[in-house]
């Protein structure tokens, strides 16, 4: 394992918990008629990279810590996860080792803006890091397996519609993993842009 890997695991599972802890204080305070265990949203979309295309589906919990008349900046934490519907002809170059499986999972944490009117057209983005790890099955090939925990770095822009209670609308992002062995074959497939459609809720 990566000696970088425990620490950020460590950073982030403390500030998951200290986000969640402060969901339950601030629901309280008239923000949200759910449970602070229920989650703020959800995204559904796709990674795509290299040939590879992987549907996934990230929650999403909010806790703001800057609230203006339509602004709010808040702390996010977003488990995810992600499965490869579609491969690449290959994943090493002139061999026919064929990739049949690959599957991502991540806890990003970070920090978002969201500009949302009372109705109407809103916008936002994000950024946030957290542990992840991935797993490929491969054929034809001298590696049949192989999975890793790593680090992932991910952002993305959201354009939507506030109807009140419900906001839903496109994001457009890109994520990409770190502390990463280069000996791995399908890195170059794992994370890349990502299109989806949110759903939000208070």
């Keep these: 394992m990566n000696r970088r890997f425990p620490p ?3 950073f982030t599972l403390c500030l998951s918990s200290a986000a969640l802890a402060e969901t339950s204080s601030d629901s309280t305070g008239g923000q949200r008629s759910s449970p602070a265990w229920v989650p703020h949203g ?3 979309g796709t990674f795509m990279r290299g040939g590879a295309v992987a549907p996934q589906i990230r929650l999403n919990w ?3 810590f800057f609230r203006g008349r339509k602004d709010t900046l808040s702390v996010l934490v977003e488990p995810l996860a992600a499965y490869t519907a579609s491969y690449p002809d290959t994943v ?3 061999d026919d080792v ?15 803006y969201r500009s949302r009117p009372e109705q109407g057209l809103e916008w936002g983005f994000q950024v946030g890091s957290g542990p992840a790890w991935y797993a490929a099955r491969f054929a034809r090939g001298s590696k049949e397996r192989e999975s890793y925990f790593v680090g ?4 993305r822009a959201q354009l939507g519609y506030n109807l009140g209670a419900l906001s839903l609308g496109l994001t457009v992002g ?7 062995r280069r000996t791995s074959l399908s890195r ?4 890349g842009l990502h299109l989806g459609l949110y759903l939000e809720w208070r």
């Design 8 to 10: 950020c695991l460590l």
């Design 42 to 44: 959800v995204m559904l």
């Design 62 to 64: 909010q806790v703001p």
């Design 92 to 94: 090493v170059e002139d």
């Design 98 to 112: 064929t990739m049949r499986a690959l599957r991502l999972f991540s806890l990003v944490v970070g920090v978002g």
């Design 152 to 155: 992932l770095l991910d952002g």
């Design 174 to 180: 890109y994520g990409d993993i770190y502390n990463y």
């Design 188 to 191: 170059p497939y794992v994370g």
